[in-house]
């Protein structure tokens, strides 16, 4: 039979037709061996695998029609297999008997017949059980990919509940004495800071952002923490052009740019610098986030001994990643000589 046929990919159906003819072909072989002189071998091949693909395409057929989808998918097997194997071998014979070039004829009216019956009904019923048995596994997978799926966004609004108040609190703290010291700069970090609650509010409500928006979140955030570190922060953003358009789970960079800063530059004594890049590298895109800071813990963490860091954020980029691309994508973590850390995201181009 057929897994899903009415939803399956052309490459998918094709592969279904191979393993039906391979199934038929080992079929006949064991009706041979097992019935002898009840055909030719060849002879038998011809109606084995004419029977075989009839009743396949027939149930292609079946799984496609809209009333199938009405009953549960227990019964729907059940009404293919009735339907799909008698099918099958009355019409199977008939194309046989065109291709050998023998006149056409009923079936079934020989007391031999009653052999390669049972052997269709039989082959046919493991082929039906086999295809629902991997639809039903089919379904609960991705059944649980959606549940991880929701689950991993639940975990980004939890996550934006935990550091937006955060940053905001501290950004309209530092704005308050400013406005006093220097409005210019005040007026800048009011504006980035519209910038990036608007990305923000963008990204919490799309699957996916144009990698333009994402680096303009970042560059917001940077421009913020820049002003509030001063000379202690230098950053610099890399995009190409060919690269502005590609889509993105939202909010990818920023838990890493801002565990940059959190573990690797604000406890550090002195400068550092951040540099967010991308590329296209053998036919993946690299999303890079490098630090000058402090560099990683011994268990490889992004913050340093002692901080109590859980790495929420770096496990939420791999939880995204793994939701949207499985194994295709993935986060790498490597110390930078003399300190800092590189963090690699590397996703199908």
Known sequence: MTPSAQTAPP?????????????????????????????TLP????????????????????????????????????????????????????????????????????????????????VGGFGLHYYATREQLASEAAQRAEAQRLAVESQLRLLRTQLEPHMLFNTLANVRSLVREDVGRAETMIDQLIIYLRSTLIASQTDAVALSREFAQVRAYLDIMALRMGARLSYRLSLPQMLEGVLVPPMLLQPLVENAIKHGLEPKIGGGSIDVQALLRDGFIELRVRDSGLGLAADGDMAPAGSGSTSYGLQHVRDRLRVTYGQAAE???ERRAPSGVDATIRIPG
């Open 11 to 39: 490459r998918g159906l094709l592969q279904v037709l191979l393993i039906a003819a391979a199934l038929w072909a080992v079929a006949a072989v064991l009706l041979f061996l097992v019935v002898p002189g009840i055909e």
């Open 43 to 122: 002879r038998l091949l011809t109606f084995s695998e004419c029977v075989g693909l009839t009743m396949v395409v027939v149930a292609m057929l079946l799984r496609r029609a809209q009333h199938f989808s009405r009953f549960k998918p227990t019964w729907r097997w059940l009404l293919t297999g009735l339907i799909a194997i008698p099918a099958g071998y009355f019409i199977g014979h008939q194309i046989a008997f065109l291709l050998l070039g023998e006149p056409m004829q009923m079936v079934g009216h020989r007391a031999i017949s009653f052999i390669p019956i049972l052997f269709t009904i039989l």
């Open 331 to 333: 986060l790498r973590l």
